[in-house]
């Protein structure tokens, strides 16, 4: 007789598992054991519905697979603890195919199940196998929108738009109040070589034509000069990493090894690239989000640092000491080997002790987020963590970090994004520790936010900050486009001006940037030279079915930016990431490097170059490129800063920039301060305050040059 204690209790189970595997057991025992662990099964099954109920998807996965131990052909097991792990996200989703085709095998009576395995094989790229999923789920059902706009996003990614605009016209017919459905149709017609303003009204979208000219087009040449990478992108940077005078390019990707491309232009007279990661040992596997270079050990070479968190589970992050052009990992022996969800990165000499410090944004995928980290620069290569002690460990679910000194006090500020909280800034205390005066500041906007970074949009000679907010939801987006302004406040983009005395005032929307976009990454230059800077906004939402344009705001000088994306020619509908702008090929305008790539393994594209032809036009605007060696203790002189006056007239504007490791994406941006003059042809004053407080001035130095500032000695020195 089975004993009858404990029946939902793993005492009572393991009496009568061990009871039915006695040799005297009866079959009608054994059966009675197997009712039990069915019933058993059934009861842990509805135990984890209850907890997908409270959106505990890691309890709920722990008791689906409890039943599926006891009763391996439990289905609904099967099926539900797939889509606890499509979910989860990305990192799970091979898991969520095994178990819903075990689902499918035990009963594949419903078609739900096909349509979530579907979902899970276009994630994971197989789109053949998820168009065959979708293709069973509408023989049974074929009037499943939500299943036909999948089979249309599966079919444009095969490179099949014909077919993928007719799925998207059922689909469209079914729920014509979904704006998303009539954008994909258009971006599917429009593919398939048709016009997509000819589909019939129901179809289509009215998008306002808002698109700004650009004085000129960019050209794409990533094949051409060898860096055409494949991947699911994030962070890039640039830095001269083996030391022969021209700028060098690292990318990462999710569960991508880094790519690192030398510049053969000193070589070659050419900005053409060649994959170095190899040869540098830095084709590191785990992939990575943030890139920072910056030379941390003082060796006059820079060092890599790299996040590696995010969402995308337990690793420690990397920092990579370039020892002549090859990278070792030091991060353990340094003290910077954090396992905490780091997501961006930004350094900076926050206690002007001489040593570069590091502030890592962790917690994104933390419930209740985790701390973030602040690691002070200590001798001999080392860090020590202070973010508790110096007030900066912000438990915000932090995406976006960056430095810079707003007040112009000669101490660098700090600027967090949170992704479910508003941003906050730090005022620097004179390198005791930091005040939150976000709310005295006036910086509170959104509260669903990203990215960010200082930058002076109106050449008034201080920093204003930038933050890009993260809509979600494409129909958010799209209606957005639709009524030409943001029309929800927690996840738009916001532009702070700075009003000199401690305070900010939010000039989104005087400044023409009162938008709702999928933005996952932002930077800032001038890419026309004419003096004042622009805004690239790279967008990135993880679903497979979004297809949104990135974006780039030009600056008009006059407190206003235009779009001028399409006529720029950088539009590109797929998922630009960490965006970074540079002059590798010294030709004086900027080049826009983009990461384009997603978050699930089926979302690996191509990345862009797109090298700017401004120097060729007839008649170019001026430029001035300004390279610092400090001669403290960080040769790099991150942290200096440099206003520029084109002329004496007392009102004349006031250019300023910052050498700044990290903001945006967690990015390198050019090392170099690349100033646009307009029709300028000499800039009058050249005021530089390096790191430690020193201050030089330089005047009526001649455009179109790039020139070397040394702090110890005088004068400057034109490079080639």
Same mark, same amino acid.
């Given at each position: 007789?089975?004993?009858?204690?404990?029946?939902?209790?793993?005492?009572?189970?393991?009496?009568?598992?061990? =009871?039915?595997?006695?040799?005297?057991?009866?079959?009608?025992?054994?059966?009675?054991?197997?009712?039990?662990?069915?019933?058993?099964?059934?009861?842990?099954?509805?135990?984890?519905?209850?907890?997908?109920?409270?959106?505990?998807?890691?309890?709920?996965?722990?008791?689906?697979?409890?039943?599926?131990?006891?009763?391996?052909?439990?289905?609904?097991?099967?099926?539900?603890?797939?889509?606890?792990?499509?979910?989860?996200?990305?990192?799970?989703?091979?898991?969520?195919?095994?178990?819903?085709?075990?689902?499918?095998?035990? @009963?594949?009576?419903?078609?739900?199940?096909?349509?979530?395995?579907?979902?899970?094989?276009?994630?994971?790229?197989?789109?053949?196998?998820?168009?065959?999923?979708?293709?069973?789920?509408?023989?049974?059902?074929?009037?499943?929108?939500?299943?036909?706009?999948?089979?249309?996003?599966?079919?444009?990614?095969?490179?099949?738009?014909?077919? %993928? %605009?007719?799925?998207?016209?059922?689909?469209?017919?079914?729920?014509?109040?979904?704006?998303?459905?009539?954008?994909?149709?258009?971006?599917?017609?429009?593919?398939?070589?048709?016009?997509?303003?000819?589909?019939?009204?129901?179809?289509?979208?009215?998008?306002?034509?808002?698109?700004?000219?650009?004085?000129?087009?960019?050209?794409?040449?990533?094949?051409?000069?060898?860096?055409?990478?494949?991947?699911?992108?994030?962070?890039?940077?640039?830095?001269?990493?083996?030391?022969?005078?021209?700028?060098?390019?690292?990318?990462?990707?999710?569960?991508?090894?880094?790519?690192?491309?030398?510049?053969?232009?000193?070589?070659?007279?050419?900005?053409?690239?060649?994959?170095?990661?190899?040869?540098?040992?830095?084709?590191?596997?785990?992939?990575?989000?943030?890139?920072?270079?910056?030379?941390? /050990?003082?060796?006059?070479?820079? $060092?890599?640092?790299?996040?590696?968190?995010?969402?995308?589970?337990?690793?420690?992050?990397?920092?990579?000491?370039? @020892?002549?052009?090859?990278?070792? $990992?030091?991060?353990?022996?340094?003290?910077?080997?954090?396992?905490?969800?780091?997501?961006?990165?930004?350094?900076?000499?926050?206690?002007?002790?001489?040593?570069?410090?590091?502030?890592?944004?962790?917690?994104?995928?933390?419930?209740?987020?985790?701390?973030?980290?602040?690691?002070?620069?200590?001798?001999?290569?080392?860090?020590?963590?202070?973010?508790?002690?110096?007030?900066?460990?912000?438990?915000?679910?932090?995406?976006?970090? %960056?430095?810079?000194?707003?007040?112009? $006090?000669?101490?660098?500020?700090?600027?967090?994004?949170? =992704?479910?909280?508003?941003?906050?800034?730090?005022?620097?205390?004179?390198?005791?520790?930091?005040?939150?005066?976000?709310?005295?500041?006036?910086?509170?906007?959104?509260?669903?936010?990203?990215?960010?970074?200082?930058?002076?949009?109106?050449?008034?000679?201080?920093?204003?900050?930038?933050?890009?907010?993260?809509?979600?939801?494409?129909?958010? %987006?799209?209606?957005?486009?639709?009524?030409?302004?943001?029309?929800?406040?927690?996840?738009?983009?916001?532009?702070?001006?700075?009003?000199?005395?401690?305070? =900010?005032?939010?000039?989104?929307?005087?400044?023409?940037?009162?938008?709702?976009?999928?933005?996952?990454?932002?930077?800032?230059? $001038?890419?026309?030279?004419?003096?004042?800077?622009?805004?690239?906004?790279?967008?990135?939402?993880?679903?497979?079915?979004?297809?949104?344009?990135?974006?780039?705001?030009?600056?008009?000088? /006059?407190?206003?930016?235009?779009?001028?994306?399409?006529?720029?020619?950088?539009?590109?509908?797929?998922?630009?990431?960490?965006?970074?702008?540079?002059?590798?090929?010294?030709?004086? @305008?900027?080049?826009?490097?983009?990461?384009?790539?997603?978050?699930?393994?089926?979302?690996?594209?191509?990345?862009?170059?797109?090298?700017?032809?401004?120097?060729?036009?007839?008649?170019?605007?001026?430029?001035?490129?300004?390279?610092?060696?400090?001669?403290?203790?960080?040769?790099?002189?991150?942290?200096?800063?440099?206003?520029?006056?084109?002329?004496?007239?007392?009102?004349?504007?006031?250019?300023?920039?910052?050498?700044?490791?990290?903001?945006?994406?967690?990015?390198?941006?050019?090392?170099?301060?690349? =100033?646009?003059?307009?029709?300028?042809?000499?800039?009058?004053?050249?005021?530089?305050?390096?790191?430690?407080?020193?201050?030089?001035?330089?005047?009526?130095?001649?455009?179109?040059?790039?020139?070397?500032?040394?702090?110890?000695?005088?004068?400057?020195?034109?490079?080639?």
């Amino acid at each position: 007789m089975v004993p009858v204690v404990n029946r939902t209790g793993r005492t009572y189970l393991a009496l009568a598992l061990a =009871f039915a595997a006695l040799p005297f057991a009866t079959a009608s025992a054994q059966d009675a054991a197997a009712d039990i662990r069915k019933q058993e099964a059934e009861a842990h099954f509805q135990h984890g519905l209850r907890m997908v109920g409270l959106r505990n998807n890691d309890r709920a996965i722990e008791l689906f697979q409890y039943a599926i131990a006891l009763d391996p052909d439990h289905a609904g097991a099967h099926f539900y603890v797939g889509l606890a792990y499509i979910q989860r996200g990305y990192t799970s989703l091979r898991r969520a195919d095994h178990h819903l085709s075990r689902a499918i095998a035990v @009963d594949g009576s419903n078609p739900r199940q096909y349509h979530w395995r579907g979902i899970a094989r276009l994630r994971l790229g197989d789109y053949p196998a998820a168009t065959a999923d979708f293709e069973v789920v509408l023989r049974e059902t074929p009037d499943s929108a939500t299943t036909l706009r999948a089979l249309g996003a599966a079919l444009l990614r095969m490179g099949a738009p014909g077919p %993928a %605009a007719a799925a998207l016209r059922q689909a469209a017919d079914l729920e014509p109040e979904l704006l998303e459905t009539r954008w994909n149709l258009m971006v599917a017609a429009g593919r398939a070589g048709d016009d997509p303003d000819t589909l019939p009204e129901r179809y289509r979208l009215d998008i306002p034509d808002r698109g700004a000219a650009s004085p000129f087009r960019f050209e794409e040449v990533s094949a051409e000069i060898g860096i055409e990478r494949w991947s699911r992108a994030r962070g890039s940077g640039w830095a001269d990493f083996d030391g022969d005078g021209d700028l060098d390019l690292v990318a990462l990707g999710i569960r991508d090894p880094h790519a690192l491309y030398r510049n053969g232009l000193v070589e070659d007279g050419a900005a053409t690239f060649t994959p170095a990661a190899l040869d540098a040992a830095l084709f590191d596997p785990r992939g990575g989000w943030s890139a920072l270079f910056f030379d941390y /050990d003082r060796d006059g070479d820079p $060092d890599l640092h790299v996040t590696r968190d995010g969402w995308d589970g337990e690793d420690a992050n990397s920092l990579y000491r370039n @020892d002549g052009g090859r990278f070792v $990992d030091v991060a353990a022996a340094a003290g910077v080997a954090s396992k905490a969800d780091g997501f961006t990165a930004a350094v900076a000499d926050v206690n002007r002790d001489g040593l570069l410090d590091l502030y890592v944004a962790n917690g994104v995928a933390t419930r209740g987020g985790a701390p973030n980290e602040l690691f002070l620069g200590a001798p001999e290569g080392r860090f020590v963590e202070r973010g508790e002690a110096m007030g900066v460990a912000d438990h915000g679910r932090s995406v976006g970090s %960056a430095f810079g000194d707003y007040d112009g $006090d000669g101490w660098p500020d700090l600027l967090v994004v949170n =992704f479910f909280d508003g941003p906050v800034l730090y005022r620097n205390l004179e390198g005791a520790g930091f005040a939150d005066v976000s709310a005295q500041a006036g910086i509170a906007a959104p509260h669903e936010g990203f990215v960010g970074f200082f930058f002076d949009y109106d050449n008034d000679g201080w920093l204003d900050v930038f933050i890009v907010g993260f809509t979600s939801d494409m129909e958010t %987006a799209l209606q957005s486009q639709l009524e030409g302004k943001a029309v929800h406040e927690g996840s738009r983009l916001a532009l702070y001006r700075n009003d000199r005395d401690g305070t =900010f005032t939010d000039v989104t929307i005087e400044a023409g940037l009162s938008w709702n976009l999928g933005a996952m990454a932002a930077t800032s230059g $001038d890419y026309d030279n004419d003096g004042w800077q622009d805004i690239f906004i790279g967008v990135g939402a993880p679903p497979m079915e979004r297809f949104e344009a990135n974006r780039l705001f030009r600056n008009l000088g /006059d407190g206003t930016f235009a779009d001028v994306s399409a006529s720029a020619g950088v539009d590109d509908l797929g998922k630009g990431h960490g965006a970074t702008f540079a002059d590798p090929d010294h030709d004086g @305008d900027l080049d826009l490097f983009v990461p384009i790539g997603g978050a699930f393994p089926g979302d690996r594209q191509r990345s862009r170059f797109y090298r700017n032809p401004a120097s060729q036009l007839p008649h170019p605007n001026g430029w001035l490129h300004i390279l610092l060696r400090a001669s403290g203790l960080h040769p790099d002189a991150v942290g200096a800063r440099v206003a520029l006056r084109v002329t004496d007239a007392p009102q004349a504007p006031v250019q300023l920039q910052e050498v700044v490791v990290g903001g945006g994406f967690g990015v390198t941006p050019s090392p170099i301060l690349e =100033f646009g003059l307009g029709q300028h042809q000499t800039v009058a004053e050249v005021t530089i305050r390096w790191p430690g407080g020193g201050h030089r001035v330089l005047r009526n130095v001649p455009a179109n040059q790039r020139i070397l500032v040394i702090e110890d000695e005088p004068g400057y020195q034109v490079l080639n």
